[in-house]
């Protein structure tokens, strides 16, 4: 269902060959017909973020964005001044096709950093895109396919809340790390809100889902998460019902990352509870989930508790004071360590599922925290020694 | 030439039935047959520390150690209690037979996290390596084998100073992280020189050297970098000579690990200059060396510069001042990203050596650090997901 699930928004997704792969859809419009036009966004922290973050985090300052253009096939990053106005030119030119407010369009690009984009290209897919333009559900997995790279298949969303809806996509699958993710995302809702109340929802949100996922430990240089809000429904939405719905988007959105992390074939579960505070579970957890040790050992099938514990040892104590000695950790449902030693036998757990949930007990607090990564096999990578991106 | 290098040290290396590879040699045994018995360590700070760690922590605590025993085949680390006992019998053991204190027995183990050493065959063991001891290069060079866990060769170093001479042994190839590695690492010298004097020269050779080296980022629970001095050259050493010589040993042992890191196919030696201090300098290049994407990159010859500035983007503004349109990155030799965008084409750069020279210039300051690291391979998965450990 995708972005046109809400109302008030239409997409499409083109080729428009600016991908090196012949005829795939790459160039994505997705326009906000109104009555509003309120936006909220979240971006990377990379100090080497691309010339279309610099654009859009400017562009959805002031709260108000009509459209939003993205492209795969290229990141645009680390291009300079040169990329900085081709982001600029194609903002313009979208703004001249809808007839919006240049400053009132938003530009992402995933793909090589490092190289200047086809503009030509990119802007006559803007113009293809333009005329392709519709609120039909088609429309919207047009949309999710164009902004796919490694991705093997399409991240979509659509929830219903009380009298109007959300919708979303999302494209990542490699470079995702915990701040953010590779990842271009755009959210769309037909609710009545204000941008500050969006801004406030989706940065909470986003806390909880893209900043609490690592395919790979790597930081991208353009991540995006886009929310706009067209008003189309009419209805003002309870705030808290509105908060919770945006941030069950981004958490299905996160979730659908994970799922098809690159070569990956477990999703894995980090909960770190029993610790003194959310940032120190939050630690702890990330530790674990950044150990290649262990996500090797899991794409082997081995539930090896040492590589565990070890990840846990090597956050400092005065970030998450424990015992080591009262620390436990179940895989899959197995206490295979209990109290830091041996628990039972590793045997006895199960690692044919996708899924596989490793619960660490600190026994130091209430605190809990919960991070979700990918094991780490061949076929990482040979998508990373082959891929160039 | 290993440990026996230095005179008034004899050493053995024989197969105990502790690994669970047939007739491996996995018990290293190293006396220091004096006059003196000087001592310095430096450990793990993981907080899973190992029993062996725990013990060797406390026997070096004085400035004396007379022995030191090695098992490969099993870490005792995780084992509570129980193994802290077997690594004190273990040393009661070793003090009996060569007649010193049993607090001047140093233990160190690797292998599997989380199960008991067999202490029986680890005690016969230690009986069989006592009677084999010898001062040849020969026993010296049994012992770097006994160390051995998935290393491929043994990697030892033997320096002459003026008058006296300083020899070494480890072992390490996986969970190779900044802080130490999964290292057991014994250097000996024969030079006449304090507990104190060895202890600043280990710590400072210790944190050029294994502190800078990753071969996955996984911190082990077991690391442990021993200096011992017999004092049989008679000789007192020039202070400058002997702390440059200890930190020559300890970069020559790193510089090997690197060299025989799981699955590795490139060594990657990563250098940033131009930092406003070293800790920014060193914060950048340990940020590279972590990068799954560009160690993958690597493996398939590609200079990926892109991963490269978007790891250095991830490092916090108030850690390393820069300004990202005055960073330059040359990949053996090739400046392939100026200005923090493109330089020179990528296909000018020769991928094909084992060593890979990526030079950062931040252009900020006068500050620099070398980190050194391998690539990720199909490999390195290998290993580790069919490899308990």
């Known amino acids: 269902m995708s972005v046109t699930f809400a109302k008030g928004f239409s997409a499409a997704g083109v ?14 419009l997705v326009v906000n017909n ?4 309120a936006a909220a966004g979240v971006f990377t922290p990379n100090r080497f973020c691309a010339a279309p973050v610099q654009w859009s985090r400017k562009a959805v300052a002031d709260g108000h964005i009509t459209a939003v253009i993205l492209n795969s096939g290229g990141a645009n990053a680390c291009t300079g001044q040169a990329g900085y ?8 030119t979208v703004a001249g096709l809808v007839g919006a407010d240049t400053n009132n369009v938003a530009v992402c690009s995933t793909g090589l950093i490092g190289e200047l984009l086809p503009l030509d290209h990119v802007l006559a897919g803007a113009k293809s895109a333009y005329e392709a333009l519709s609120d039909s559900e088609q429309a919207g997995e047009d949309a999710s396919h164009a902004i796919m790279t490694t991705d093997t298949k399409p991240k979509t969303v659509a929830l219903e809340g009380t009298g109007y809806r959300i919708g979303g996509m999302v494209k990542g699958s490699g470079m995702i790390a915990p701040q953010l993710a590779t990842m271009l995302c755009v959210i769309t809702t037909d609710a ?8 406030a929802a989706l ?12 395919v790979d430990g790597c930081m991208s240089t353009n991540d995006t998460v886009l929310l706009l809000a067209s008003g189309a429904s009419g209805v003002e939405p309870d705030p808290d019902e509105f908060n919770a719905l ?3 988007a981004c958490a ?5 990352i994970i799922g098809d992390g690159e070569g990956a074939s477990h999703d894995v579960r980090i909960t770190v509870t029993g610790a003194t505070s959310e940032d120190a579970a939050l630690a702890c957890a990330r530790a674990v989930a950044a150990s290649n040790l262990l996500k090797c050992a899991i794409a082997g099938n081995d539930p090896n508790w040492g590589r565990i514990v070890s ?6 104590v005065d970030v998450a004071p424990y015992d080591s000695n009262k620390v436990t950790v179940d895989v899959n449902g197995v206490r295979i360590c209990e109290n830091g030693g041996a628990g039972r036998d590793r045997s006895e757990v199960d690692m044919t599922p996708r899924e596989v949930h490793i619960d660490i007990d600190l026994n130091a607090g209430d605190a809990q925290a919960t991070v979700w990564t990918d094991d780490l096999t061949h076929e990482y990578v040979h998508i990373n020694a082959d891929y160039e991106s």
């Not at 949100?205 to 893209?210: H, Q, V």
């Not at 990840?311 to 400092?316: D, F, I």
């Open 246 to 248: 945006v941030a069950k």
């Open 34 to 37: 109104g009555p509003l036009d």
């Open 311 to 316: 990840s846990l040892g090597t956050v400092p």
């Open 203 to 214: 940065a909470a949100g986003t806390e909880m889902s893209f900043n609490r996922i690592d």
């Open 85 to 92: 106005e081709q982001s600029k030119t194609t903002a313009e």
């Open 192 to 199: 009545v809100v204000t941008a500050g109340q969006m801004q």
């Open 252 to 256: 299905s959105l996160a979730r659908q």
């Open 15 to 28: 080729s428009a060959g600016i991908s090196s792969v012949e005829g795939k859809k790459d160039l994505a």
